[in-house]
């Protein structure tokens, strides 16, 4: 049974088709990157995936309990701490104050967000520090599904790199699914069980790639060479070399 199924979706802005007839399922604890050019429509499948837009066409079949999201701008409310910023879905769900600041704790913990920097306003905090509030505030409802779209894009190598472990590592203890948007091949290759391919177009899934091993258990080495044969010797990838030279890397 999928924790998440998308059945022929399709959409358009303005009468200009993005999405068609686009096929897509998450078995629970899995995590699936969506990879594709700029422009093919992969932020508009996550924000119909998630129920931030209706699709014009097709269906979506949650069959999880909650969900987090985890977007490219960590879209904190600035007048508000990072505990606050955390707490916020625990408070929309009227959980007290006191569990709140104890889950607020446990989620920061996750992603080696320091005590002090709870206290901070997201001014005062990094890019870094920022993008771990808000992958704690995504982590804080105990998801089992959490939606990622380019996280990471705005970040520096050894930041991504980071930040992809501690997705693995939040992944692997609280079994979560997910659903992971990148430009980044080696992002995709190093996160994910399965790597789906958004057509050119947009039109439908390309194509998808089981990866193998496990998330987090993969070697530099092996990473790397999966990344260079889907890029030279994969015809589902030419489309991502030709677009986007930052996965040549
Ligand atoms: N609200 C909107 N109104 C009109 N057109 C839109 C809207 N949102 C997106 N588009 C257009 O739809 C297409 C798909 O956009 P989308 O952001 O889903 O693609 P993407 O694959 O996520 O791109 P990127 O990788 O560059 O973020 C683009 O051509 C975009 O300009």
């Known amino acids: ?37 700029s422009g093919c429509g992969k932020s508009t499948l996550a ?26 701008e960590p879209r904190l409310m600035p007048w508000a701490t990072a505990a606050d910023n955390i707490a916020y879905p625990l408070r929309l769900a009227g959980v007290s ?7 607020v704790l446990v989620a920061a913990d ?22 771990r509030t808000a ?6 409802v105990e998801p089992d599904f959490v939606f990622f779209d380019e996280p990471f894009t705005a970040l520096d190598q050894a930041l991504k790199r980071r930040m992809q472990d501690l997705v693995i590592a939040a992944a692997t203890a609280q079994a979560f699914a997910a659903l992971f948007i990148t430009h980044d091949l080696i992002e995709a290759v190093r996160i994910a069980h399965r790597i789906a391919v958004l057509d050119l177009h947009g039109r439908g899934i390309a194509g998808q790639r089981r990866l193998p091993g496990t998330p987090g258990l993969r070697e530099d080495r092996v990473v790397f060479e999966t990344v260079q044969q889907f890029l030279n010797d994969d015809p589902l990838f030419c489309h991502i070399n030709d677009v986007d030279e930052r996965n040549v890397a």
């Open 1 to 37: 049974m999928s924790t998440l199924k998308l059945n022929g979706i399709g959409h358009a802005y303005l009468g200009r088709t993005v999405l068609d007839a686009v096929d897509l399922a998450i078995e629970p604890g899995e995590l699936v990157a969506l990879v594709g050019p």
């Open 47 to 72: 924000h119909i995936a998630v129920g931030i837009v209706d699709p014009l066409r097709g269906r979506v079949t949650r069959d999880y309990t909650r969900h987090g999201m985890v977007f490219q």
């Open 97 to 103: 104050r006191a569990e709140r600041r104890e889950r």
């Open 110 to 131: 996750k992603v080696a967000l320091d005590r002090d920097d709870l206290g901070k306003f997201p001014v005062e905090l990094s890019g870094g520090m920022r993008q």
């Open 135 to 140: 992958i704690a505030r995504a982590l804080v």
